[in-house]
């Protein structure tokens, strides 16, 4: 049997596997995670490419973001604790007003996949890199 035609064979058969298992999914529930009659997990992938896609934006956006803090605004907790709270509390207020204007903006532009990874790489990069530049900024604007 030719490679291509092995090939052919084996991508068939795991079709009709998933065929088969999709059938049985319906039968065994309504939880996240379904198993066949063999006590096989069935996956449904559309459902989890959300997330993978969200944690390639998260993912991506927390490397970029702390290598740039790291290398160009070297942002200190070294502070009173008052200052550390009022920094928390201002961020938290910050993310939550990204995250109330970006993902509604990146939904109506972007309705795929991609859309998904912009908005939670948007939230990432303003937590580990964007925040701590504005601070910065805003503690020391003479330099």
């Known amino acids: 049997m030719s490679d291509l035609l092995c090939f052919?064979?084996?991508f068939i058969k795991d079709i009709d596997r998933a065929?088969?298992?999709k059938s049985l999914a319906g039968k065994t529930g309504?939880?996240?995670?379904?198993?066949?009659?063999?006590?096989?997990?069935?996956?449904?992938?559309?459902?989890?490419?959300n997330d993978t896609f969200?944690?390639?934006?998260w993912a991506s956006a927390f490397l970029i973001g702390w290598l740039l803090e790291r290398n160009?605004?070297?942002?200190s907790t070294d502070n009173s604790l008052p200052k550390r709270f009022a920094r928390c509390f201002t961020g938290m207020i910050g993310f939550y007003i990204v995250s109330l204007v970006n993902v509604p903006l990146v939904k109506m532009w972007?309705?795929?996949?991609?859309?998904?990874m912009l908005s939670c790489f948007?939230?990432?990069f303003y937590i580990s890199?964007?925040?701590p530049w504005l601070f910065m900024k805003l503690e020391k604007p003479d330099e």
Do not use: C
């Open 72 to 75: 160009y605004v070297k942002f």
């Open 8 to 10: 052919e064979h084996f």
């Open 129 to 131: 890199f964007l925040f």
């Open 19 to 21: 065929r088969k298992k």
């Open 122 to 124: 948007v939230q990432m």
């Open 54 to 57: 969200k944690a390639i934006g």
């Open 110 to 116: 972007f309705s795929s996949p991609f859309g998904t």
């Open 30 to 49: 309504d939880s996240q995670f379904d198993y066949d009659a063999e006590g096989n997990i069935l996956v449904e992938g559309a459902k989890m490419a």
